[in-house]
Nanobody, 121 residues
Framework: QVHLVESGGGLVQPGGSLRLSCAASGFPWDLYAIGWFRQAPGKEHEEVSCITLSDGSTYYADSVKGRFTISRDNAKNTVYLQMNSLKPEDTAVYYC??????????????WGQGTQVTVSS
């Protein structure tokens, strides 16, 4: 059974940083990618970043490029999203989801429950 559990969200001031974690289990690690998505009220669902677990190749949306960094820890089956220079427009619920066999294919079979990120002074 596949489980994805996000953590690390919270309230941060503009310019601050947060690190999100996505702990994954129940699927063959090297055959998947994990993406980070966000959903803000009144806005479209957006994929902000993704990492292909077999080779570590990454994707970033233009809106976060240069500010967010995605990484993986194969030993812990965990994917991280380091978010720096946060802006109020980054406020959203952040979800991790699997894709296969690599990023941007759209086989989004499994999702986590989401973690709220609020950027406000």
């Amino acid at each position: 059974q596949v489980h994805l559990v996000e953590s690390g969200g919270g309230l941060v001031q503009p310019g601050g940083s947060l690190r999100l974690s996505c702990a994954a289990s129940g699927f063959p690690w090297d055959l998947y990618a994990i993406g980070w998505f966000r959903q803000a009220p009144g806005k479209e669902h957006e994929e902000v970043s993704c990492i292909t677990l077999s080779d570590g190749s990454t994707y970033y949306a233009d809106s976060v490029k240069g500010r967010f960094t995605i990484s993986r820890d194969n030993a812990k089956n965990t994917v991280y999203l380091q978010m720096n220079s946060l802006k109020p427009e980054d406020t959203a619920v952040y979800y991790c989801a699997t894709d296969r066999p690599h990023c941007l294919v759209g086989n989004l079979d499994y999702w986590g429950q989401g973690t709220q990120v609020t950027v406000s002074s």
